[in-house]
Nanobody, 128 residues
């Protein structure tokens, strides 16, 4: 059974930085190195939204307009991990952040395809 475990969430002040990490295990049918990986977030009272995604080889990334230039997604296919570096955090970034996985046979763009496996989430709180 595919398992995604996030870590790194914390409470920070506006302008601060955090790095989230997600470790994947238990792949069947496809491997981590052939999977799309993404980060989503959900704030209280709001719908879940895509934040960033990365292709299996790590050469192409996708970002929500609200985080472009501030967040960076990366992956390590030897360690089965995906990270999200978040700089210049804003109170509007406060949310539960989820790691997600999908097979890499389609686009990894979270605006064009669904992700089907999710972690439990890690909380990020940004105070003004």
């Amino acid at each position: 059974q595919l398992l995604l475990v996030e870590s790194g969430g914390d409470s920070v002040e506006a302008g601060g930085s955090l790095r989230l990490s997600c470790t994947a295990s238990g792949y069947t049918g496809y491997t981590y190195s052939t999977s799309c990986m993404a980060w989503f977030r959900q704030a209280p009272g709001k719908q879940r939204e895509g934040v960033a995604a990365i292709t299996p080889g790590g050469s192409v990334t996708f970002y929500a307009d609200s985080v472009k230039g501030r967040f960076t997604i990366s992956r390590d296919n030897r360690a089965n991990t995906v990270g999200l570096r978040m700089n210049n955090l804003e109170p509007e970034d406060t949310a539960m952040y989820y790691c997600a996985s999908a097979d890499g046979y389609d686009t990894c763009d979270f605006q064009r395809r669904a992700y089907d496996t999710w972690g439990q989430g890690t909380q990020v709180t940004v105070s003004s």
